[in-house]
């Protein structure tokens, strides 16, 4: 039930404080209902820290949430009725397809997805602040805290995380 628009404006309600949507599909999903394959419309979106799907109901909605710590990869294909993405969890496999090319931009969908697999919210946060560490670092090194060496180095490993 419903477009990309009102299930894109209602999945808001469901996100964590602080939470927000970076990347949005909408298409039809493949899940199980009561054991039974089924499908429902929906939007697929990509926080900071997750990829959740959300599809309103007539009475009610489905939400199935994806952690990035947890997603193994994500596939992208392109066919005859619109293009899809599957998504391999721990566990869990989710697919999403017949998105149409205004339902949503797939490759920066997916390059969002890849660029945070793995990473838990907290990895995100401490990658943000990359510059901030290497400056308390600097200081360090101005105090005589740490050598040149152990500047240069940890200096190098993070850098190499942005």
Not at 22 to 33: P, Y
Not at 155 to 162: D, G, P, T, V, W
């Amino acid at each position: 039930m419903g477009n990309y628009k009102s299930n894109l404006k209602a999945i808001k309600e469901h996100l964590k404080d602080g939470e927000n949507v970076k990347q949005s599909v909408f298409g039809v999903f493949e899940t199980k209902i009561l054991g039974k394959d089924s499908v429902r419309n929906g939007v697929l979106v990509a926080t900071e820290s997750r990829i959740v799907f959300y599809a309103k109901k007539m009475f009610g909605f489905d939400l199935e949430s994806f952690p990035f710590k947890n997603i193994g990869s994500i596939e992208q294909s392109k066919g005859f009725l619109g293009q899809a993405i599957v998504i391999n969890s721990s566990g869990n496999n989710a697919k999403l397809k017949w998105i149409k090319q205004f339902n949503g931009d797939v490759p920066a969908f997916v390059e969002y997805v890849n660029s945070n697999i793995g990473q838990s919210q907290n990895d995100q946060i401490a990658q943000d602040d990359i510059p901030g560490q290497i400056k308390k670092l600097s200081d360090l090194k101005d105090q005589g805290i740490l050598t040149d060496d152990e500047f240069s180095a940890k200096k190098a490993e993070l850098l190499s995380k942005m």
